[in-house]
């Protein structure tokens, strides 16, 4: 029992092989934490289709994505009305056909899909008509333009056994990792109420994280609580970490010891 700190001691009264092994591992520790964040980033970046991590690649990560393009919504609408039914179909089929890019202005085609968008969509849909009127419409001047509401997206979520293997190694290791930092959190010399708040915020960060892994599958809404608690979970712990750093090294009788 000697071995343990004294009561109002903290971490500081240990010897000093044992005080830079923990503050070594906790440096590894928030190495590990930088890396996990870079990680989900490479890991989930583009997944949505789109360049740039964003929310959509995490929801199609856990819940999918099935997001129609949206010049092709406007032509089932309707839109144009003016729009010959012949010309309609013609453009329907170019944007389900999986050759956007490649019959675009393509002279094979009956009537090119550039030549009934020039003809019939461009007077209005211009960079000027959207300044003039002060309304977002999609200028459609440029191919890249176009490109931009042509393209439909469906990405299907993560597979359930990929899913499962994932949750057995996160839930087991991140869990026994909160523990070990909660341990250590507890043998401070800090006051209880601040350390009780971060202990709560990251274990229920955890629970809220990876659940939300699998409560995404049913709605897309449980993506705001993954990363909440994802970012929950990670903060609280570099912070509990931070404290436990400041009591191994901080001369005693600097601080005010707990109550």
């Not at 915020?201 to 995404?216: E, H, R, T």
């Amino acid at each position: 029992m000697g071995s343990l700190p004294v009561a109002g001691a903290g971490l500081r009264s240990q010897p000093m092989g044992i005080r830079i092994g923990v503050s070594a591992l906790i440096v590894v520790l928030y190495i590990g934490l930088l890396a996990s964040v870079t990680h989900m980033v490479s890991h989930f970046e583009n997944r949505d289709e789109l360049p740039g991590f964003t929310f959509d690649d995490v929801t199609s990560a856990y819940h999918g994505i099935d997001s129609p393009g949206l010049l092709g919504t406007a032509l089932e609408r309707g839109h144009p009305e003016t729009l010959p039914s012949a010309e309609k179909e013609l453009l329907l089929q170019w944007l389900t056909s999986g050759r956007i890019v490649e019959d675009y202005d393509s002279l094979d085609l009956e009537i090119p899909p550039a030549e009934i968008i020039d003809q019939s969509c461009i007077e209005c849909h211009t960079r000027a008509a959207g300044a003039e009127t002060g309304s977002a419409i999609p200028p459609l001047e440029y191919f890249d333009d176009i490109k931009e509401i042509a393209f439909s997206r469906k990405v299907l979520p993560t597979p359930v056994a990929v899913l499962a293997a994932s949750t057995h190694a996160h839930a087991l290791a991140l869990s026994i990792q909160g523990l070990v930092v909660i341990a250590l959190a507890s043998m401070t010399r800090w006051r209880r109420r601040p350390i009780s708040l971060l202990i709560a915020i990251m274990g229920l960060g955890l629970v809220g994280d990876v659940g939300g892994w699998w409560l995404a599958r049913f709605s897309p809404s449980w993506t705001v609580c993954i990363m909440v608690s994802g970012a929950g979970y990670s903060l609280a712990q570099g912070i509990l970490l931070a404290s436990v750093l400041a009591d191994l090294w901080w001369p005693r009788a600097s601080i005010r010891d707990s109550q």
